[in-house]
Nanobody
Framework: QVQLVESGGGLVQPGGSLRLSCAASGRSISINPMGWYRQAPGKERDLVAGIGSGGNTNYAASVKGRFTISRDNAKNTVYLQMNSLKPEDTAVYYC??????????????WGQGTQVTVSS
């Protein structure tokens, strides 16, 4: 139904920046909530940032003020700008979209994940 492809991860020094991209194909995601999640070793996957169809955003407390989520509906793409990166930001980052189906069913689609490593 929809395919999500993440890119932009890599190795960066503490205090550095990265910009992650999530490109959607197969379906327009302009009306759907989107989110960036991350999963570090030994931890559960949790929400980093979310964005609604109207551009409203929310962030995990640990990244507030450092990360910015945005979307470009014309490009069917969601971004995560990550600044002032810390070693504890090291994780696999995943893009997510929620699509409402028939009978109130909710479908979650995930990208393959992109590795972000913050280390000197």
């Amino acid at each position: 139904q929809v395919q999500l492809v993440e890119s932009g991860g890599g190795l960066v020094q503490p205090g550095g920046s990265l910009r992650l991209s999530c490109a959607a194909s197969g379906r327009s995601i302009s009306i759907n909530p989107m989110g960036w999640y991350r999963q570090a070793p030994g931890k559960e996957r949790d929400l980093v940032a979310g964005i609604g169809s109207g551009g409203n955003t929310n962030y995990a407390a640990s990244v507030k003020g450092r990360f910015t989520i945005s979307r470009d509906n014309a490009k069917n793409t969601v971004y995560l700008q990550m600044n002032s990166l810390k070693p504890e930001d090291t994780a696999v980052y995943y893009c997510n979209v929620v699509i409402q189906g028939a009978a109130g069913l909710r479908y979650d689609y995930w990208g393959q994940g992109t590795q972000v490593t913050v280390s000197s």
